[in-house]
């Protein structure tokens, strides 16, 4: 394929830029050879033209199709090179935010410098089991492949984690421990595997520090080897750690800080038990201060240093070690702070005693002060001869004292190292192990010293085994497909580790210069200038003599030689160590031993050394006292150890990249990540995919992709292989660019990108064509619409035209109409006018002469009153003047009577009688006299005011009248004149009272009209306002209709909350019952290793403390055994221990029960004992008159008893009759509480009760009184006999009766009454109490009634919401109070049952007693459990006879039989043929007979056996479904069986009469229907743990991979990671029927079992969810399975499931909702995803999925072909924009391991007992029908 084939028109290349490193363009002419330029068009649309190097050949690279653009495996592009490399990163990291991709074998992870929810617990999970290649890239994927190759090939792993500061390695390290922490969590007790990850923030806080490119950058390289046992499980680890960088102890670049461990020491100084470090804050001191900022954002020191002393703790070290740490790191900072003053002589110095630093140091080192003040400026030298002391100068005094502080944190920190291991180590034998390698990367700065030399070298070193691995799989993988290879041209990066490791190599020379006496750097450089000048790896700088230049595989480096002998050397003056070593802390005494001492127990070189190695081969130390070896030797060794250890295990590679320099998220520079591309190997591996055949397809992929080149009689053919073959030799010429392997076709580079070239012009053309015929369609139908429009505009205008005529003549002719009516309506005005001003006219002259009529008709009226006033005036005044006469002649006439009697009386009263008759009460008269005249003058006085005024009146008015009358005969003369005047104004009037007439009639008529219409229009109305009434009405009911649905569904919601809540409750519950079982298990396996452990010799481990139960037999009898006595309980507490007790729910419900009783029975006798003191009282009371009164008095007193009795029963009676009453009455008035009306009628029932005993009372008294009168009869003859004693005579007999028997007889009548008295007083005292307590009743329900009408009445003023709420509330609190009472009655009874049942037995023994005595006195001795079974047989034997009761009866012997032949050794194919669910009824029956004989030791042994029985075969068949569902559906059989014939009514509802005579009648069993309910729980999470693990592996291949519709999906190029997946080259694929006929088989199992079909449906819903769960989860973990093409075959997969559930009628069961996240996944795969309205689509209809779900799958998302687009950044933020308002959950994945609540509804069977047949496959032949 030549050049000018790949650059033609429209291919888009790539081009070098300085900013963006490559820039994409498109070449918009033809490249033609010897173009000495090619013309692009760049993506702004600038034009550029690109010069070509003619003598190169080079032309710019080619970028891959859109279809490549984004793939998870970069080698799975068709052009492998760096700006194709670089732009997939960028797409995935910008565009999809995916921080990990893969290269090969090689992990890329991109640190994204912010949190990510992509490593919770769920995420785990979901990697864990799963082939890498399938799911998107991710740490866990590359811990998977790892954990997983371990198990497989049983070899040890390493993953290898490298990258330069910065760039995410300890993260990614850390994740990586997490993931084999939780999937291969330890075994045992000892959390081994939270200790490994708990030495993360140890090492954290003494080896990691802030830098300017990292705020938490790991300064020392680790490898941690996880080690695992047999089964997998983590077993133990150990650590191993890498050039430690102790020169940050003691110096800190700008904007750096130390080791954190300082900070959060000097942070937390302030707590009590560090007060004698002396420390304050991080600024004071000189080791924590040369960076500037001590503190870093985000981070709080103090709350680390919790973190970091938790991990000692958990760790194991002791807090006396953790205080001694701190000590010594406290003493390094003080040893930082001293104050190093200078002599005069400038060779000397010296440090002052007082200096608190010193002290601090010294106290807390626990060393001598004053050698440790003397030896820190002073040195010893010591020569063959003699020794000297030497002074040294400040600069020699610092830098000693720097080597001192590091020598004593490297100590610190290796043996913190050291303890850490023993924390980790184990002494179980290790399997296998997984290495975790964090290693510094490649490392160029402007000033490179010996730390960036070796850790250069180390991975010069890490790169070449890299390299030659990655050759190695390439190579296996061709000579696997049976590819002829040659040797691929690698960079072997040998020569430059030759340089430094080599003999007479950098490291060589650096330690012979060491060695020299006066050597130096500068002649150490000079050396490597003149050794490896001729090197090709090797360069001096031009404008240096101390420098040198290393061509390491990644970039070339300029090494600085200052410092290097002196880290080299790493120098410590032994007099400072030995005072060390004399410390009076044995811990720091410890750390300074001689290397020779620590070799058992700490690695080589870790004394002095700069690195921290735990080496596995100790070094024999050196005689002289050169001992030590250089740090770069000891390097040089330790990683030779490393690549050992490396190349013994199989690698796995993690390339950490830093995105940017400033730490922002999500911003991507491609210089510094094009950089860290080439130092870590990423593009070295392209280099090698490309050298030879990067691009990989299977037969099968590669025919359905390009199938579209084939031709039509090739495609004829079967075989596939051949028809690719035939088609690629047809297109691509040169037969080296691809080879055909045994399963795949390896192209070159580029092949892949021209093959879908050509599939893309073939597509075009397709395309041109069907475009060509489509628009050729859309013109004729265009056409023929215009066509048909033009007609129907034509056809619309010219009835347009002829409607417009019409109208034109309608107007015309309503023209002339108009005038017509105009004119007459002119005319008729003006004629109206002219008749309206006559009848004015008229109106006015009318009114005139009516007026004037009026006036005059006025005055005669005016003259008549005036006349009759004048003629009355006139009578009154004559009259006045003859009375005023008669009263004169009166009064002279009666003053001459009254003269003429006073002389009489002064005749008469001058005699002396007449005087005294006078003067008595003279005086008083004649003072009345004087007052009465008083009085009448008063009145005088005011009766002549009265006539003054009156007469002044009458004056005034006479004149007044005269001067009227004057007036009026002036007026008289007057009028004649006006007569005239007033007889025409008369006619006037009239003529006008004529046309008032006229205008009045119209007036009528007017009104008259007027009023019709009024009534019309009223009529009108009136149907209008009933419209609008019915309106209203229509409108009031909708509104009613509205609230109440509105009230129906807020009902309705509240129902489905409390639903979920009681779910939520449910599967609570559920989960403890689970735990419960999962711990009984664990027991059950420590327990068996246990024994494993005792059977053989070696470590023995004590068990496990944490098992709930000892045994699985110890389920009490609660309701069969007698439980009286809380001593009895406290009894069985101390026997079965205080911890079996605390979980034996059953015993803690007696001692619940028993405190209800106890408290019960002690307010009974309170209140008994209370009455009894009233009659106590009362009874003395009673005594004393006793004894005082007579036989007499006695009888008297029982009548009056009666009496009061009597009355009192009336009274009684009255006020039950009226109690009834007030109750009817109120029940009527709240009749609509159904509560209220059973609460009425059980009140009337008692009260009827009542009555009836008060009617036998009565009868009773009425006894009484016939015998009390008979009595008193007798006693009164006695009295009269006891008169005639004296004559000795009685009047009956004088032979048959004695006078002593009489009496006696009498005394006894008299007993007998004091009896029926005390009888009658009882039970009348009895009846109060029933009446007090019927009142009481009545009185409560009366308050009952009261508060609830009360709260009827609230609530009605309440909103509907509120109604409901509380109404529900109410109703509650009434459940709970009825379920409390029957609780409490049904103890009760509990007892009474007991104690009846004490009864029986007792009975029974002493008729077994008596029946022995019998038979032994009878007959020969017989045993007298023979007796019994003879006995009982012969029963059972008549029984038979009669009729088979359904009862099964067995001796206690055949019980071990009975169980294993029905439960251990049964298998369901043998009862298959029978009814379902046979074990559960046999076993019934055999409990119904325990019950019937009254044995509660059989019921308690059987059940006992039984359901332990059923878990140990339940724990044998562990993974069979079909034994699983057998039992499932026995137990939930014999729950059923067990509630059905318990005789409770709530279960015998739907009982025939002959099943209510199977009914238990001793036993109640409830608390073992709890335990077989809890069995049944624990065998339905058995079933569903069954099936998931047989459903779980076909899932992802059935319902994403599989291609259900043919064809419909488009083949990606494979990547490495699918070419070498982990899993087996078997064929593991499903299809959707495999898995629809598991379904159906677990379906037909559970039928044919008899399990009910609520469990059935409840089943299903949890398969289908964790269908839906699974196939959810990997599709938000895989990017190749998001397409259009993916979401149609989905939705398709899921409508066949819903179908399989319509045909198995399990549509109820809630298994197709739980299908709804899957099915919304599918719909958004296939929607639109360009506009906003698509998003609000989307939103809208993805309600089951979160907004992280949704926007993981839109960056997922990938078109199958190039004419599909994808998602753009834009619509992903307008998504997320349109779904900030939801409250989403934050995690990403389901949850394929929740599991509903499950229940167990009642269903009772129709199967009477007495029907079954026991086959005699059961063996059961001990049985004995009864």
């Known amino acids: 394929m030549s050049a000018a084939q790949l650059y033609t028109k429209y291919t888009r290349v790539w081009i070098p830029d300085p900013d963006e490193v490559w820039r994409s363009a498109e070449i918009i002419k033809d490249y033609k050879e010897g173009d000495k330029s090619l013309h692009l068009k760049l993506e702004d649309e600038t034009l550029y033209e690109y010069p070509l190097d003619l003598q190169g050949n080079e032309l710019p690279f080619l970028r891959n199709p859109d279809i490549l653009v984004g793939e998870n495996d970069l080698t799975a592009l068709s052009y492998l090179h760096e700006p194709a490399v670089l732009h997939n990163l960028k797409v995935r990291f910008l565009e999809s935010n995916h921080i990990y991709t893969y290269c090969g074998i090689v992990l890329v992870a991109i640190n994204p410098y912010e949190q990510l929810p992509i490593y919770e617990q769920d995420v785990i999970y979901a990697y864990s089991g799963q082939n890498g290649g399938d799911m998107d890239p991710h740490i866990f994927a590359v811990a998977e492949e790892a954990y997983k190759q371990m198990a497989r090939d049983e070899k040890n792993q390493s993953i290898i984690v490298s990258g330069e500061s910065g760039a995410g390695k300890t993260v990614s390290a850390k994740y990586a421990m997490r993931f084999f922490a939780t999937v291969g969590g330890s075994a045992s007790e000892t959390n081994i595997e939270a200790k490994v990850l708990a030495s993360s923030p140890i090492m954290e806080a003494i080896g990691n520090a802030k830098t300017t490119r990292n705020d938490n950058s790991s300064r020392f390289g680790k490898y941690i080897q996880i080690g695992f046992d047999k089964r997998y499980h983590i077993i133990g680890a150990n650590m191993r750690t890498y050039l430690l960088e102790k020169s940050r102890v003691v110096f800190q670049a700008e904007d750096e800080r130390n080791y954190h461990i300082f900070y959060q020491l000097c942070a937390s100084a302030s707590l009590p038990e560090f007060k004698d470090l002396g420390l304050t804050c991080a600024e004071d001191f000189f080791y924590t201060s040369q960076g500037g900022d001590t503190s870093i954002d985000g981070v709080d020191d103090a709350d680390d240093f919790e973190k970091t002393r938790h991990a000692f703790t958990l760790l194991g070290v002791k807090e006396s070690h953790q205080i001694a740490i701190f000590r010594i790191i406290a003493a390094i900072l003080h040893l930082g702070n001293l104050e190093i003053h200078a002599e005069r002589d400038g060779e000397s110095c010296s440090v002052s005693d007082k200096d608190e630093h010193l002290n601090n140091f010294c106290g807390l080192l626990g060393v001598e002060h004053s050698q440790m003040q003397h030896w820190l400026c002073h040195r010893k030298l010591i020569t063959t001869a003699e020794t000297y002391v030497k002074n040294m100068s400040v600069q020699q005094v610092v830098n000693a004292r720097n080597a001192l502080a590091k020598h004593i944190y490297a100590q610190l920190f290796n043996w913190i190292v050291q303890h850490i291991n023993k924390a980790l180590h184990t002494t179980s034998k290790q399997h296998s192990f997984i290495g975790v390698l964090d290693i510094y990367g490649f490392e160029t700065f402007e000033v490179n010293s010996f730390e960036q030399f070796c850790i250069n070298y180390a991975n010069e070193k890490l790169q070449q085994q890299f390299n030659s691995h990655v050759f190695k799989l390439e190579q296996e993988e061709y000579m696997k497909e049976g590819i002829p290879w040659t040797l691929i041209d690698f960079y072997d990066n040998q020569p430059c580790i030759d340089l430094i490791e080599a003999k007479l190599g950098i490291l060589d020379l650096l330690d012979e210069e060491c060695k020299v006496p006066k050597g130096t750097d500068q002649t150490w450089a000079q050396k490597l200038y003149d050794r490896h000048a001729c090197s090709h790896h090797f360069q001096k700088p031009r404008m240096s003599n101390t420098s040198f230049i290393i061509l390491h595989f990644a970039d070339k480096v300029e090494y600085q030689s200052e410092g290097f002998l002196e880290k080299n050397r790493d120098t410590v003056y032994e007099e400072q160590i030995n005072i060390l070593k004399a410390s009076k802390y044995q811990m720091v005494a410890d750390l300074f031993q001689d290397e020779k001492d620590a070799a058992s127990t700490s690695s080589v070189g870790k004394g002095s050394s700069k690195i921290s190695v735990r080496s596995a081969r100790p070094v024999i130390k050196a005689a002289n006292k050169e001992h030590k070896k250089t740090v770069g030797h000891q390097f040089r060794n330790s990683l030779h150890l490393l690549m050992e250890t490396l190349n013994a295990t199989t690698p796995h590679y993690v390339r950490c990249i830093k995105p940017n320099d400033e730490k922002l998220p999500f911003k991507f520079d491609p210089k510094r990540a094009v950089q860290q591309l080439r130092a870590c190997g990423v593009l070295e591996t392209i280099r090698i995919s490309a050298a030879g055949f990067p691009s990989r397809w299977s037969y099968h992929d590669f025919f359905n992709r390009y199938r579209v080149l084939m031709k039509k009689r090739d495609l004829s053919k079967t075989d596939k292989k051949q028809i690719c073959q035939t088609l690629l030799e047809d297109l691509i010429k040169d037969p080296d660019k691809f080879q055909f392997g045994r399963t795949k076709i390896f192209f070159r580079a580029g092949q892949v990108a021209y093959l879908e070239k050509l599939r893309a012009d073939k597509f075009r053309a397709a395309t041109i064509m069907i475009q060509k015929t489509v628009r050729g369609w859309l013109q004729r139908v265009k056409y023929q619409r215009l066509r048909e429009a033009a007609l129907i505009i034509q056809r619309h205008t010219r009835g347009h035209l002829a409607r417009r005529l019409a109208e034109h003549l309608k107007r015309t002719r309503a023209a002339i109409i108009f005038q017509k009516q105009y004119r007459m309506l002119r005319i008729r005005r003006a004629f109206q006018r002219v008749r309206s001003a006559t009848i004015t006219i008229q109106a006015f002259a009318r009114g005139m002469f009516v007026r004037r009529i009026y006036h005059k008709i006025l005055l005669e009226h005016k003259a008549t009153i005036l006349q009759k006033y004048t003629r009355g005036w006139l009578a009154r005044t004559r009259f006045r003047r003859l009375r005023g006469a008669a009263l004169v002649l009166q009064c002279s006439y009666r003053r001459m009577k009254a003269k003429q009697q006073l002389k009489a009386l002064k005749i008469e009263a001058r005699s002396a009688q007449h005087l005294k008759k006078l003067n008595i009460g003279m005086e008083n008269k004649v003072v009345q006299l004087q007052r009465k005249i008083d009085e009448q003058n008063k ?888």
Not at 1360 to 1369: A, M, N
Not at 1463 to 1476: E, F, N, R, W, Y
Not at 1624 to 1636: A, E, K, R, V
Not at 1698 to 1716: D, H, I, P, V
Request: proline share 3%; aromatic share 6%; with cysteine.
């Open 939 to 1826: 009145e005088y006085k005011l009766l002549n005011e009265q006539l003054s005024t009156l007469a002044s009146a009458h004056s005034s008015e006479v004149e007044k009248l005269k001067k009227e009358l004057v007036q009026y005969q002036q007026s008289q003369q007057g009028d004649g004149n006006q007569l005239v005047s007033l007889q025409e104004e008369l006619e006037h009037l009239r003529l006008e009272l004529e046309k008032a007439h006229g205008e009045r009639k119209v007036v009528e008529d007017s009104y008259i009209k007027e009023k019709d219409l009024l009534r019309k229009r009223i009529a009108d109305l009136e149907e209008e306002n009933t419209l609008l009434k019915q309106e209203k009405e229509e409108l009031n009911s909708r509104i009613l209709c509205q609230s109440e649905d509105e009230f129906a569904q807020d009902t309705v919601e509240e129902n489905i909350q409390m639903k979920k809540e009681l779910e939520e409750e449910r599967s609570r519950y559920q989960n403890l019952v689970k735990e419960y079982s999962r711990l009984e298990q664990r027991y059950d396996n420590l327990r068996d290793e246990m024994t494993i452990i005792k059977q053989t010799p070696g470590h023995r481990r004590n068990p496990s403390n944490q098992s709930s139960l000892e045994s699985d037999s110890n389920y009490p009898s609660i309701s069969t055994s007698e439980i009286g006595d809380t001593e009895d309980v406290i009894q069985q507490v101390e026997e079965v221990g205080m911890e079996k007790a605390a979980m034996d729910m059953t015993l803690f419900l007696k001692l619940q029960k028993r405190v209800r009783e106890l408290e019960q029975e002690r307010k009974k006798l309170q209140t008994q004992l209370e009455k009894k003191e009233q009659e106590s009282k009362k009874s003395q009371v009673i005594e004393t008159k006793t004894e005082v009164t007579s036989d007499h008095e006695d009888f008297a007193y029982n009548s009056l008893k009666r009496q009061e009795l009597e009355s009192e029963n009336k009274k009684l009676k009255n006020e039950l009759n009226e109690l009834r009453k007030a109750v009817a009455e109120r029940a009527t008035q709240n009749n609509s509480s159904n509560d209220i009306q059973e609460s009425y009628n059980l009140l009337l029932n008692q009260l009827k009760s009542a009555n009836e005993e008060l009617e036998v009372r009565k009868e009773e008294v009425l006894i009484l009184r016939t015998q009390i009168m008979k009595a008193a009869q007798q006693k009164e003859t006695g009295k009269n006999m006891e008169k005639i004693s004296t004559n000795a005579s009685w009047p009956n007999s004088d032979k048959h009766v004695d006078q002593e028997d009489a009496i006696e007889a009498y005394q006894g009548m008299c007993e007998t009454n004091r009896l029926l008295e005390a009888q009658l007083q009882d039970q009348r005292r009895e009846h109060e109490e029933e009446l007090e307590a019927l009142k009481n009743q009545v009185d409560e329900l009366q308050e009952e009634m009261e508060k609830q009408h009360q709260a009827f009445l609230q609530t009605l003023q309440l909103s509907p919401e509120v109604q409901v709420e509380f109404g529900l509330q109410q109703e509650i609190t009434r459940l709970t109070n009825e379920n409390l009472d029957l609780k409490e009655l049904l103890e009760k009874l509990e007892k009474n049952e007991r104690k009846l049942k004490k009864q029986l037995k007792i009975y029974m023994k002493r008729v077994q007693d008596l029946e022995g005595d019998m038979a032994y006195t009878s007959q020969a001795p017989v045993p007298a459990e023979r007796r019994w079974h003879e006995c009982s047989m012969q029963s059972a034997v008549q029984r038979k006879e009669k009729d088979f009761q359904g009862m099964l009866e067995y001796h206690k012997e055949d019980e071990p039989l009975l169980i294993r032949n029905l439960i251990t050794d049964l298998k369901p194919q043998t009862v298959s043929a029978t009814v379902p669910c046979l074990p559960a009824y046999i076993l019934y029956m055999c409990i119904r007979h325990a019950d019937y004989i009254n044995d509660d030791q059989k019921v308690h042994s059987l059940l006992t056996s039984t359901i332990n029985g059923v878990k140990k075969v339940l724990k044998k068949h562990s993974e069979d479904f079909e034994m699983t569902s057998f039992w499932l559906a026995n137990t939930c059989r014999l729950l059923h069986c067990l509630k059905q014939y318990s005789g409770d009514v709530g279960f015998m509802t739907q009982n025939t009469p002959k099943q209510n005579e199977h009914c238990l009648k001793n036993f109640d069993l409830t608390e073992y229907r709890q335990v077989l309910s809890h069995l049944s729980i624990q065998i339905y999470q058995q079933l569903i743990k069954i099936a998931e693990a047989i459903l779980q592996p076909m899932i992802v291949s059935a319902v994403l991979e599989n291609e259900s519709i043919q064809g419909l999906s488009g083949v990606r190029p494979m990547s490495y990671r699918n070419r070498s997946s982990s899993m087996g080259n078997g064929d593991s694929s499903y299809t959707l029927d495999s898995i629809i006929r598991q379904l159906s088989t677990f379906h037909s199992i559970m039928s044919d079992h008899g399990l009910d079909p609520e469990i059935v449906q409840q089943v299903f819903k949890q398969l289908f969810y964790m269908i839906n769960a699974v196939a959810l989860n990997n599709l938000l973990l895989r990017k190749d399975v998001c397409s259009w093409s993916t979401g149609m075959q989905l939705r398709f997969n899921i409508s066949q499931l819903e179908e399989w559930l319509r045909g198995k009628n399990l549509q109820q069961s809630g298994a197709a909702q739980t299908l709804e996240p899957l099915i919304q996944a599918a719909q958004l795969l296939q929607l639109k995803k360009k506009t906003s309205e698509d998003a609000e689509a989307i939103c809208s209809l993805c309600t089951s999925l979160t907004t992280q779900q949704i926007v993981k799958i839109l960056n997922l998302y990938t078109p199958v072909n190039e004419f599909e687009e994808r998602v753009t950044v834009a619509f992903i933020r307008d998504i997320q924009m349109h779904l900030q308002e939801r409250n989403d959950p934050p995690q990403l994945l389901l949850d394929f391991k929740h599991m509903f609540p499950v229940m167990f509804p009642f269903n009772p069977s129709s199967i009477t007992m007495d029907l079954i047949h026991l086959p005699a496959s059961l063996n059961l032949e001990f049985l004995n029908r009864v």
